[in-house]
């Protein structure tokens, strides 16, 4: 993944999922559970309890919205 990736995804102002991989995912629900330094390699996720997650982009694996209401192709 890279930063304009995920800079993007947040600019879309839309839920989404950040998979990692060792198979772990991270939410990011809203734009405020993010933060992505100006310079670095990593990113912070925030959840729900005020815990944060420093995550690598190296490590990073995809990327996926996590939009409920429409129809998801394959299930």
Known sequence: MTREQIKSAVARKEPFVLRM?????????????????????????????GHYFVLPLLTMTGLQSSVSGGSNPGE
């Open 21 to 49: 991989a060792d198979g772990r995912e991270y939410s990011v629900p809203h734009p405020d559970y993010i933060s992505i330094p100006p310079m670095g390699s990593s990113v912070i996720v925030w959840d729900d309890t």
